[in-house]
């Protein structure tokens, strides 16, 4: 049997929001699968969704840029949400994504040797571990950007819109965080997937397969309306969908970035009671 640690237990509670006991047993019976543990408890109604990004954990900044067809987005992490506002690194990270955008550099190894001196010198001055963690770029006929405070940043490609518009999508992208631009993008595996869970919930009612097949259509347009930029209500204007609105202004969205600080990188989580005790005792 695999073994259960309390930090997967702890991530399945994060993510289903169901409690510890049903989340530990749902682990054992899923052999350590997470996924599988995530499947099983939406199909017995224990868990209604899953939040699909890992946890926010490190500290730092998202910077975009814009120039002319072409955008630039870049995350530069540090340890603390001290530093991620101290001159020298937010300056630091000017010069990295001025050099990203200027060189159109897509690589992050390449972005990374670039300024790996620069790097090493800050973080003896600093005293935190730093990292130029990704870079992206986005191109297009129309480019437009929207930074949300230094902890979300967002990219969006477009045809026929205008400024305005652009930001607004990419507003709506940073608040709404869709994961594909069409409900036809949605990869087959993820909405077969989707469509089983969903099957499973509709027989549990008793209904003949052919009822629960049609019951199941209509929650799974939902779904993968749900998951993509144009089928999501947009936020500046529920009445319609993101879809709607680039209808109505005759422009589509082509493709979008979304990054936000410390999605997916786990932080080692410590006691600060006890690290403050221990402290004492040495002193």
Do not use: W
């Not at 800050?122 to 930074?147: F, H, M, P, Q, T």
């Not at 003949?208 to 500046?236: D, Y």
Request: hydrophobic share 45%; net charge negative; aromatic share 4%.
């Amino acid at each position: 049997m695999a073994d259960i640690t309390a930090a997967l237990v702890k991530e399945l509670r994060e993510r289903t929001g169901a409690g510890m006991m049903e989340c530990k047993k749902a682990l054992v019976e899923a052999n350590g699968d997470i996924e599988l543990a995530i499947d099983n408890m939406r199909k017995s109604g224990q868990a209604k969704a899953a939040k699909k990004s890992g946890r926010v954990a490190a500290e730092g900044v998202i910077l975009a840029e814009v120039a002319g067809n072409t955008g630039v987005i870049v995350e530069l992490n540090c340890e603390t949400d001290f530093v991620a506002k101290d001159a020298g690194f937010l300056a630091f990270g000017k010069e990295v994504i001025a050099a990203a955008t200027a060189e159109r550099i897509a690589d992050i190894d390449v972005l990374k040797a670039k300024f790996e001196d620069q790097r090493t010198a800050l973080v003896a001055k600093i005293g935190e571990n730093i990292n130029i963690r990704r870079v992206a770029i986005l191109e297009g006929d129309v480019i437009g950007s929207y930074l949300h405070g230094a902890r979300i940043g967002v990219l969006v490609s477009a045809t026929g819109a205008d400024e305005e518009l652009v930001k607004h999508v990419a507003m709506h992208v940073a608040a709404s965080k869709p994961e594909y631009v069409k409900p036809e993008d949605v990869p087959a595996d993820v909405v077969e997937r989707e469509h089983q869970i969903q099957l499973d919930i509709a027989m549990q009612s008793g209904k003949p397969r052919e009822i629960a097949e049609k019951m199941v259509q209509g929650r799974m347009n939902k779904f993968t309306g749900e998951v993509s930029l144009t089928g999501q209500q947009f936020v500046m204007d529920p009445s319609k969908t993101v879809g709607q609105l680039l209808k109505e202004k005759n422009a589509d969205v082509v493709n979008f970035i979304r990054f936000e600080v410390g999605e997916g990188i786990e932080k080692v989580e410590s006691d600060f009671a006890a690290e403050v005790a221990a402290m004492s005792k040495q002193s």
